[in-house]
């Protein structure tokens, strides 16, 4: 199995930035995505951030022109810098990736981050 652990988050005011990351453990075999996700209170999970290997990222609308996602294969990490974070940027973030782990066999595998809440203050 895959495990992620995410680590980043914390309390900023408006305007200000925060760079998450999460790494993942395990037989990593290949990684074909990485993503990042939140939950606002009341809220349901929205997609803030993907890329996909060899690929170009892909941002929600609201977020676009602030945050930034990389990926690390060769470490098994995934960035996602924040910059000129809003009061709505509050919420839970989780990141999410993809790939494939040896087990005997090499299997897919798709993992989340335990989450880690960010707040933004105004």
């Known amino acids: 199995q895959v495990q992620l652990v995410e680590s980043g988050g914390g309390l900023v005011q408006a305007g200000g930035s925060l760079r998450l990351s999460c790494v993942a453990s395990?037989?990593?075999?290949?990684?074909?995505?990485m993503g990042w996700y939140r939950q606002a209170p009341g809220k349901q999970r929205e997609l803030v951030a993907t890329?996909?290997?060899?690929?170009?990222?892909d941002y929600a609308d609201s977020v676009k022109g602030r945050f930034t996602i990389s990926g690390d294969n060769a470490k098994n990490t995934v960035y996602l810098q924040m910059n000129s974070l809003k009061p709505e940027d509050t919420a839970v973030y989780y990141c999410?990736?993809?790939?494939?782990?040896?087990?005997?066999?090499?299997?897919?595998?798709?993992?989340w981050g335990q989450g880690t809440q960010v707040t933004v203050s105004s």
């Open positions: 890329i996909r290997s060899g690929g170009n990222p």
């Open positions: 395990g037989n990593i075999f290949s990684i074909n995505a």
């Open positions: 999410n990736i993809r790939g494939r782990y040896v087990s005997h066999n090499v299997f897919p595998f798709d993992s």
